[in-house]
Structures are given as structure tokens and as C-alpha cells.
């Protein structure tokens, strides 16, 4: 099976999950994109969806999905998204696609967190994926002295301005070890919206997507 068939079958896998009549907060990327799919098939059956980008709101539409304001809600069943990396604890690395931030948000708001993978994703240590953080333009060449003091190499994502209007530092060289002190650390920079590392609040259960077929964890 392709990468690609792998993220689908995961993205379908999470349909068993989403319960009729409620509003689904909804993820940014490949995987996620495979799952917007999936939800248009039960369309009728849900109220509708909240988006964590402008891209996925756009699809969302597009497949006759309603889109709720994070704002008009008060709680969220399910969050599902996709994930740069997952360790064995359930926590991630998000912001591939630059939407940590609104992926944080939603995350927090929903009762449960489905994370939806191809088995590449897991990894025994979190950082082999340079880890993003979503920087205020005039902080970034603070930000990425203080991200060097802390062990990592920043690397500004050029050309990429997020859905919120900030940039992203991409860190490399991190194997962390403690990703929730991390998580904290980087969080408290000043002029750092958000971090990509998903520990504090990681997932509650995980579909892997493999050859041998979707396993699930949690
Ligand atoms: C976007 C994300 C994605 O979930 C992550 O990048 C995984 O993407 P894909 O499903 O395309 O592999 O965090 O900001």
C-alpha cells in the first residue's frame, strides 16, 4: 500500500467515531483531508464541523459540510487530525502544515482527541521532525536565539504565512526527552504563539494506518 492509501484508510477508520448529531472539530493535512472526505458521506447525519485552517474549511464547504465559528460552540465531541510524529505516550508534533495553533485550540476544546497516522508517524523520541513554532513576525530573530539556547536549530519557514498572519521557526536537532517541560518552556518565550508539540494535551486514541491495517491504541 501507498503512504497515501495508508492515510486513507485511517481517515475512513475515524468515521466510527463521529456520533449523529454533533459538531465535529476537524484537522489540517493529508490524513485530515481523507477524513473531511469521510465525514461527507454521513453529511446529513451530523450538525456540521469547525475547521482548524482555511484550507480544511474550504473542503469542508466544498462537500456541502456546515461550518461552525469555534465561538458559536460550546463543547466539541471529537477533535481528529493527523500528526508529523507520535511517540508511545500519545504525544505529537504538529504544524507540518503551519495550523498548530488553531489545531491546539480545537484540540482543547474536544472531549477526545483521535489522532489518525500512517505507521511512518511513530517514532520512539520525539524531534527527528524539526519541531514548528508559530512566531509574531517582529519576534522572530529573538525567538529563534532563544530557540538556539535551548539546544535547537531554528529554521525560518520561508514563504509561509500562517492562517493567523505569523511565521513559523522550524527547529531541528531537539530529541526530546520531556516533551510537556518542553512544551512549557518554548510556550513561554515571549512572542512565541504557539508550539507544535502536542504533550500537555496529547492524544486519547491513535489509528495507525499499516500494511497489516488500521490499529488502534487507546
Ligand atoms: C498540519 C498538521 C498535520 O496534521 C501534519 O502535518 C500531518 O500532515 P499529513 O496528514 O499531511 O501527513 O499538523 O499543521
Redesign the pocket.
Known amino acids: 500500500m501507498t503512504q497515501d492509501e495508508l ?1 486513507k484508510a485511517v481517515g475512513w477508520a475515524a468515521l466510527k467515531y463521529v456520533r449523529p448529531g454533533t459538531i465535529v472539530g476537524v ?6 483531508a481523507h477524513f473531511i472526505d469521510a465525514l461527507s458521506s454521513v453529511r446529513h447525519q451530523i450538525d456540521g464541523a469547525v475547521s482548524s485552517s482555511e484550507a480544511s474549511a474550504a473542503k469542508l464547504q466544498s462537500l456541502g459540510i456546515t461550518l461552525f465559528d469555534l465561538n458559536e460552540v460550546d463543547s466539541l465531541d471529537i477533535y481528529v ?4 510524529e507520535i511517540n508511545g505516550s500519545m504525544q505529537m508534533i ?7 495553533t488553531r ?1 491546539k485550540i480545537i484540540a482543547a476544546v474536544a472531549r477526545k482527541f483521535i489522532c489518525i497516522a500512517d505507521a511512518s508517524k511513530l517514532v520512539d523520541v520525539l524531534g527527528t521532525f524539526p519541531l514548528p513554532v508559530e512566531v509574531i513576525p517582529m519576534a522572530r530573530a529573538w525567538v529563534a536565539r532563544e530557540l538556539v539556547r535551548l539546544g535547537g536549530a531554528p529554521v525560518y519557514r520561508q514563504g509561509v504565512v500562517t492562517d493567523n498572519g505569523n511565521i513559523i521557526l522550524d527547529v531541528h536537532n531537539l530529541a526530546i526527552m520531556d516533551a510537556v517541560a518542553l512544551e512549557e518552556q518554548i510556550n513561554n518565550i515571549p512572542g512565541v504563539v504557539t508550539v ?1 508539540l502536542f504533550a500537555r494535551r496529547g492524544a486519547d486514541v491513535v489509528l495507525i494506518g499499516s500494511e497489516q491495517g488500521v490499529k488502534i491504541i487507546g
Open positions: 492515510k484537522g489540517t493535512g493529508s490524513t485530515a487530525d493527523g500528526a508529523d504538529k504544524g507540518g502544515g503551519a495550523a498548530l489545531e507544535g
